[in-house]
T-cell receptor, first 116, second 117 residues
Framework: AQKITQTQPGMFVQEKEAVTLDCTYD???????LFWYKQPSSGEMIFLIY??????QNATEGRYSLNFQKARKSANLVISASQLGDSAMYFC?????????????FGSGTRLQVQP | GAVVSQHPSRVICKSGTSVKIECRSL??????MFWYRQFPKQSLMLMAT?????????EQGVEKDKFLINHASLTLSTLTVTSAHPEDSSFYIC?????????????FGPGTRLTVT
């Protein structure tokens, strides 16, 4: 079964507007972490934001915020004031367990294109 | 954040030859490193988990005799693709972490693009 689901293969957004990238997850482990990464055409994985399963507040990092709805098992990424440089692939990922020694499981990704 | 390097960044080799890819954590020590593979227009798939001083754990479907992993120190893991074939052409990315004494951070290397001709 898919552990991380990203249902939007591609998204378009106008420059300076906000955009939400969807992510749902599935786990029976009460301890887990949720990550979002940006992958430009160069291939590097750029860490954007992290949310722990026990975190009470939604994570924010600059223009990025994570809309964490635990009961719905969703962890959507919101990018505010989109910029042309935000055009890239975006991956949602999850790590199960309390230690950091497990690998991440990635979703299929969403390609975001920011239009001028 | 911490830095993970990979070498080489790009390699082209002939079918039947072997290729070694290095993953280094430059400013921290990591007991665990992970190797992922990414085919064009697809997501990252975990190949194996590499623990310093012990044998790597391979994911189902990944041939351990073909993808040799060595994690000889707390800062270096290597992936050797033996007898490479065109279907092994892919983007290989490592990640390292968490740092000793640190939290749950995972840091990714810049990736290695392998083309087998």
């Amino acid at each position: 079964a898919q552990k991380i689901t990203q249902t939007q293969p591609g998204m378009f957004v106008q420059e300076k507007e906000a955009v939400t990238l969807d992510c749902t997850y599935d786990t029976s482990d009460p301890s887990y972490g949720l990550f979002w990464y940006k992958q430009p055409s160069s291939g590097e994985m750029i860490f954007l934001i992290y949310q722990g399963s026990y975190d009470q507040q939604n994570a924010t990092e600059g223009r990025y915020s994570l809309n964490f709805q635990k009961a719905r098992k969703s962890a959507n990424l919101v990018i505010s004031a989109s910029q042309l440089g935000d055009s890239a692939m975006y991956f949602c990922a999850m790590r199960e367990g309390v230690t950091g020694r497990r690998a991440l499981t990635f979703g299929s990704g969403t390609r975001l294109q920011v239009q001028p | 954040g911490a830095v993970v390097s990979q070498h080489p960044s790009r390699v082209i080799c002939k079918s039947g030859t072997s290729v070694k890819i290095e993953c280094r954590s430059l400013d921290f020590q990591a007991t665990t490193m992970f190797w992922y593979r990414q085919f064009p227009k697809q997501s990252l798939m975990l190949m194996a988990t590499s623990n310093e001083g012990s044998k790597a754990t391979y994911e189902q479907g990944v041939e351990k005799d073909k993808f040799l992993i060595n994690h000889a120190s707390l800062t270096l893991s290597t992936l050797t693709v033996t007898s490479a074939h065109p279907e092994d052409s892919s983007f290989y990315i490592c990640s390292a972490g968490p740092p000793l004494g640190g939290g749950g951070e995972q840091y990714f290397g810049p990736g290695t693009r392998l083309t087998v001709t």
